[in-house]
């Protein structure tokens, strides 16, 4: 490997094209591959950047690491070809459609010797990564409850529904922040669109140590949310995704006091925390370059999307347990 990696980018749709642009930033992008041909020639002319088959990217030697943004059925076939021809592989979420097919390509990295790294952007915005600090730094105290909305209106996925198109960022999220795996996954989801398809969901998760938490997602709602509540014994924590950098997020110390027997609820403002406004993507494949460079497992590795597509696939499994019963 030389000095400067070189990177292709397999999948040219809204979110590859982001993923090419910062590559390009980054100095890395060495080509592009889209089945669809227009958008391969949009993203070649606008980044002035080749266009090849997936084939020819495999069996180019100078080619160090591969992107994957394709559609989500083909996230498996694709990063397995790229582990075999000896490529590092960001994949973006959910990494695979179930378990199985998670477990081969985490043994297939380790076997390759391989960097597999997951696109779970959120775990790389600085206002999460400023979170996770203030939390280890006891400022909010024992986690007690968390819960995230991730509602939008449109736009509809036919290879996946909401829960696996929306949800993985909240339990990649959830996960790390408490460190475990659940140890009880309840669900409930509406079709109104599709009738194979789910539009709304809500996941309930409960932990031990008696953390619980639930995600609600949907693309049938009025308006954009993207929001993180951190429920601690001496104050809460919220992402707001939403709103512009100043105010992305704030703790409220309000907190719960115990004094002769009566209970009181001690209720502050919102203070606004400080967070480095850098943008996420930019972040995430950048570290993606430092962990192959210097050999490090990514924060999001093989193995934490294994967990993540752990809680899909016991999610999908409650749905159609309801389902029985009704």
């Given amino acids: 490997m030389g000095s400067r ?17 910062v590559l390009k930033q980054l100095g890395v992008l060495a080509a592009i591959c889209d089945i669809n041909e227009d958008l391969s020639r949009q993203i070649q002319s606008s980044l002035n950047v080749p266009a090849y088959s997936y084939a020819t990217i495999l069996s180019d030697k100078k080619i160090d690491a591969i992107v994957i943004a394709a559609s989500t059925p083909t996230h498996y076939s694709l990063t397995v070809e790229a582990l075999k021809a000896g490529k590092h592989v960001l994949v973006e979420k959910p990494m695979t459609m179930n378990v199985k097919q998670a477990e081969y390509l985490c043994r297939l990295a380790d076997h390759h010797r391989k960097t597999l790294m997951v696109g779970h952007l959120l775990q790389y915005h600085p206002a999460f990564v400023t979170l996770k600090r203030i939390i280890k730094e006891g400022v909010i105290g024992q986690l007690h409850y968390i819960y995230s909305n991730r509602l939008n209106f449109g736009r509809l ?44 969901t809500i996941t309930h998760l409960a932990f ?14 009025p308006y954009k949310e993207h929001r ?46 400080e967070v ?22 990514p924060i999001t590795d093989g193995y934490e999307g294994l967990r993540v597509v752990k809680v899909l696939e016991a999610v999908t499994q409650s749905y159609r347990i309801k389902a029985l019963e009704v």
């Fill in 276 to 297: 480095p406004q850098k943008e996420p993507l930019w972040c995430e494949n950048s570290h993606f370059l430092e962990c192959i460079k210097n050999n490090r497992r």
């Fill in 208 to 221: 031990r140590k008696n953390i619980k938490a639930h995600i609600f997602v949907s693309w049938l709602h």
């Fill in 5 to 21: 990696l070189r990177v292709a980018l397999i999948g040219c749709g809204f979110w590859g094209f982001q993923h090419a642009r």
């Fill in 157 to 200: 996925r036919t290879e996946e529904n909401i829960l696996w198109s929306f949800a993985p960022h909240d339990i990649s999220l959830i996960l790390s922040l408490v460190n475990e795996e659940p140890i009880e996954i309840t669900a409930e989801g509406s079709s109104y669109l599709n009738r194979e398809n789910y539009d709304i």
């Fill in 228 to 273: 993180l509540v951190i429920l601690g014994e001496k104050g809460m924590l919220v992402f707001n995704d939403g709103l512009d950098w100043p105010h992305k997020l704030s703790v409220y110390r309000g907190h719960i006091e115990r004094e002769a027997g009566i209970t009181s609820l001690i209720k502050t403002k919102a203070e606004a925390i």
